[in-house]
Nanobody, 119 residues
């Protein structure tokens, strides 16, 4: 069993930046971030593989960056130029599968971090 511990988030104004972090208790090959806004379905935002290959949802491209930490079990989601529509609970998820991306099943999930973008 792998535990994912998230940190970061908070309430910010439009145009501001937030960094989320996700630390796994063991090595995983793929980490992804998902978000869920009130009344909406959960959607994938970004993923990054152990090799550093990253993928993004169209809504995140150009603004969000998934980063690997020097601690190989920690990844970050740097979110810049935040918009009100980015508001939601953000979850990191992980799997040992070598296949990375936003599709498929993830084995472990973090507790979630709230990000609220409001003026």
């Amino acid at each position: 069993q792998v535990q994912l511990t998230e940190s970061g988030g908070g309430e910010v104004q439009p145009g501001w930046a937030v960094r989320l972090s996700c630390t796994a208790s063991a090595y995983v090959n793929c980490v992804a971030w998902f978000r869920q806004a009130p009344g909406k379905e959960r959607e994938g935002v970004a993923s990054i593989s152990a090799g550093g290959w990253d993928t993004y949802a169209n809504s995140a491209k150009g603004r969000f960056t998934a980063l690997k930490d020097s601690n190989e079990n920690t990844v970050h989601l740097q979110m810049n130029d935040l918009k009100p529509e980015d508001t939601g609970m953000y979850f990191c998820a992980a799997r040992r599968s070598l296949h990375c991306g936003l599709g498929g099943t993830f084995d472990w999930w973090g507790q979630g971090s709230q990000v609220t973008v409001s003026s």
